[in-house]
Structure formats: structure tokens, C-alpha cells
């Protein structure tokens, strides 16, 4: 049984994941991981994308188009997916995520700490300010990790998107912020591939020059797709439609209408 962690760095353009990531960048030098270009489906924001991510459907389709629509997911959504398969679902994330798959509008005094939940995310630690600690995230994805064992983990930590839109996309509090990030990755990652865990690193969006995102120039649609544990055949494109549908064929459920990635897929 395959265990996936989806890793959403919120916010990291394409350009600057390879120059600042440099543990994944060394990963993809030693031929331990892989690395491709994704265009991130329109509009090029948050919320929309995180829906898109994990429903298989762009923004247009499944209707989240604006940041400001606090509403639950419609439809199929890989968090649900997993839970039919009798998999344990677990996401330590903004809390955007937790509006659209856990209950809306959030409520910081009931909804920051899930567990044991009988709906599509099992576990789940949310937060709501943007600046809260990338460090302190990964520490609470570390915990579910270590505590629940969940079959399929969501991990999104916000600060480049913060420092993006503070400093603009070709800054060096943006690039800082991407490489702390890197940094954290190159902590914790090897542990959790040492426990099983398949490790895909993404982004929702990028960010542009002015410091902000909608699309559709290539500082803000292009994001890096980091696999680890698999690579897939250089011929095939990936959309980030797709994304959803690998992971349900990596865990080896079923992906119902989501679409599917058809091309090869090698562990490694």
C-alpha cells in the first residue's frame, strides 16, 4: 500500500523553486527525485486552486472562481476518495481547506484542531494567519504524522505566498522565504520517506514581479512539480487537473470521475 504526502507550497513560482530549493534540487541531481514545469489552472489564486488540487476539476467547472467564496466543496474530492477506500485522511493547512472540506465559514474556537473526524478529512490542524511559522506547520504535519499514521496527508504552508505579496514575486524576502522553506523540507522529508511515504511537492499558483496573482503571465501560472518515490515518462504531460487522479492510482483506490493520468508511472 502506497502512503502520499501532497506537499502545496503556497504561492512558489516555477523559476524560483529551482533556484531556492536546493535540497530537491540536489534529490533531483542524484536521480531521486523528479522535477517538471506545471501551468497552474485560471484563475491563478488561492482557493480556487486548492479545489482544483484536490478535485481533478478546474475553476471554472467546480464553481470556486474567487478567493471570497466560503463555501464547502461540491462533488467528488480526494480527501472523500480516500475516505471510501477506508484510508485515513489527515491535513495540516490553511483554513481555507478546512471551509471547503471540514464545515464553512471556519470558526477558529471549534475548527483548528480536528481528530478523529467521521467526514472526508480524518485529522486535520488549520491555521488562519498567513504568517504563522512554516517551521511550526511542518512540526504539526510531523505530529499527525507521527501520531494517526494517515494514509494521505495534505501539507500547505503559507509564508512564500505572505512574502510574496510583501516584497513581489522577484524579491529577496520572497526567495528567502522559498529557501527557508527548502530548508524545512530537507528536515523533515527523509524521515518520512524513511516511514513509506511517496512525496509529491507542488504549488497552487506562482506569484508575480508586482506581488500578487491571477493569471495569466508565467511568473504567475508556472509551478514546480517535485516527485519523490516515482517518476513519470518523460513523454506525458501533467496537468494540474491530474494531480488528484496519481495519487488515488499511486494508493491504488479508486479515483471515481476525477481525471486520470495516463502515461507511465515507475517507482524509484
Known amino acids: 500500500m502506497t502512503k502520499v504526502i501532497l506537499i502545496v507550497l503556497d504561492g512558489l513560482r516555477y523559476d524560483v523553486a529551482r533556484t531556492c530549493l536546493g535540497y530537491m534540487e540536489g534529490l533531483v541531481a542524484a536521480g531521486q527525485a523528479e522535477v517538471r514545469k506545471l501551468s497552474c489552472e485560471l484563475p491563478a489564486m488561492s482557493r480556487p486552486l486548492y479545489e482544483t488540487l484536490l478535485t481533478g476539476r478546474p475553476p471554472v467547472e467546480h464553481g470556486i ?60 490542524l488549520f491555521y488562519w494567519d498567513d504568517h504563522y511559522p512554516d517551521s511550526h506547520l511542518f512540526a504539526d504535519a510531523e505530529w499527525l504524522i507521527r501520531a494517526k499514521a494517515p494514509d494521505f496527508l495534505l501539507l500547505h504552508p503559507m509564508n512564500v505566498d505572505d512574502a510574496g505579496h510583501k516584497h513581489g514575486g522577484d524579491s529577496i524576502g520572497y526567495r528567502n522565504a522559498a529557501r527557508l522553506q527548502g530548508d524545512l523540507l530537507a528536515r523533515h522529508v527523509p524521515g518520512w520517506r524513511e516511514a513509506g511515504y511517496t512525496v509529491i511537492v507542488t504549488a497552487d499558483h506562482g506569484m508575480g514581479d508586482d506581488g500578487n496573482h491571477a493569471g495569466p503571465t508565467p511568473q504567475e501560472i508556472e509551478v514546480p512539480f517535485y516527485a519523490l518515490g516515482f517518476q513519470l515518462g518523460s513523454d506525458c504531460v501533467l496537468s494540474q487537473t491530474q494531480i488528484a487522479g496519481l495519487i488515488c492510482q499511486l494508493m491504488g483506490i479508486d479515483r471515481g470521475a476525477m481525471p486520470s493520468y495516463s502515461g507511465v508511472i515507475q517507482r524509484i
Do not use: Q
Open 65 to 124: 472562481v474567487s478567493n471570497g467564496i466560503v463555501r464547502r466543496s461540491m462533488g467528488d474530492n480526494l480527501f472523500a476518495r480516500c475516505r471510501a477506500a477506508g484510508k485515513v485522511t489527515a491535513a495540516a493547512a490553511y483554513h481555507w481547506v478546512s471551509e471547503l472540506y471540514v464545515s464553512a465559514p471556519f470558526d477558529r474556537h471549534r475548527d483548528r484542531i480536528l481528530l478523529d473526524g467521521s467526514g472526508d478529512i480524518s485529522h486535520g
